[in-house]
Every structure is written in C-alpha cells, then in structure tokens.
C-alpha cells in the first residue's frame, strides 16, 4: 500500500512539473498542484494553499484549493495550518477533534497534513493544507510525497 501512495506521488509530481513548466504564476501553481493531487488520492477530502497575506503578515489568506468551503483567514500561530506557518515544519494530525486549536472549515474533516512551501529565499510564503474525512488517514509516505512537491512549487527566481 505504502509502495502504490509513493509510487502515485512520484506520477503526480511530474505531471505537475510539466503543468507549470516556465509558468510564473504562484496562483497557476498552486492551482495546478490543488487540482491534480486531489484527483489522485481518494482518502483526500479538502486540498489547498493558505499563503501568508504581505499586507497582513500575521495572517494566512485563503489560496487555490479544491473540495468544501474553506476559512477564508487562519491567523499564524493557530489551527495546524497557523501552527504549520509558524513552525515552518509539516505538521501531521491523526485526529484533529483532539487537536487544540483546531479550525474546523468542514466538520466531516478527521484528520489533516499540513506542509509549508518556501520562497525563492528559503522563506515561507504559503502552506498545503491536505484534509481527510479518516482518522489517521496521512503517514511518512504522504509527508514525503508532499514535501518533494511543495519545494517545486515557488518559481525560480
Ligand atoms: N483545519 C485547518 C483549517 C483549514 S481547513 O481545514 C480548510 C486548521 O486547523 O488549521
């Protein structure tokens, strides 16, 4: 099971890479990176970006995503998504009812991976926020799938 999920991620991430090749949109990216990993993975419920809003620097605004109305602000520091852009490091939620702080966009969310995306300097900018309606639905293969994607998504300076 653990082999196919790498093995989808592997696949996904060269179709996005040949999506947003020489595209210098952050929108288009993340757009495209929203869509086509929601298409492969079945235990995904919600898929998408928060990036950290430059006239509001405290905050993440809403981005491209995929899936049932999302919060439109998370402000840093809060949820996993705040927790994720604060730390700079994915986070892994097994069961986000036990989580504190947790923002609840869609009840039927149960678990969740959040992982950061870096600017051209090695800043955060924006997060991947990967929700499911299982418990305990993301593990390392996910992690690592989502890592490997998120460092192509900012383009080159
Ligand atoms: N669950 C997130 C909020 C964002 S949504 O689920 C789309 C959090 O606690 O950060």
């Not at 702080?101 to 900018?125: K, L, M, Y």
Request: proline content about 4%.
């Amino acid at each position: 099971m653990s082999e196919m999920k790498a093995e989808i991620y592997a696949r996904v991430a060269k179709e996005i890479a040949a999506v947003i090749e020489g595209e210098t949109s952050v929108v288009a990216r993340y757009a495209t990176a929203a869509c086509l990993l929601n298409e492969a993975f079945d235990h995904y419920f919600w898929t998408g970006f928060y990036t950290i809003d430059p006239l509001k620097p405290e905050q993440l605004v809403i981005g491209p995503y995929q899936g049932t109305l999302g919060c439109l602000r998370i402000p840093i520091g809060r949820g996993v998504c705040g927790m994720c852009a604060q730390k700079g490091e994915t986070v892994l939620v097994d069961d986000v009812h036990a989580f504190e702080g947790h923002i609840s966009c869609d009840s039927r969310s149960n678990s969740e991976i959040v992982v950061p995306v870096f600017d051209a300097q090695g800043h955060i900018t924006a997060i991947l926020d990967v929700d499911s309606t299982e418990l305990a639905a993301f593990d390392s293969v996910d992690q690592d799938g989502l890592e490997a994607i998120c460092a192509t998504l900012y383009p080159k300076a």
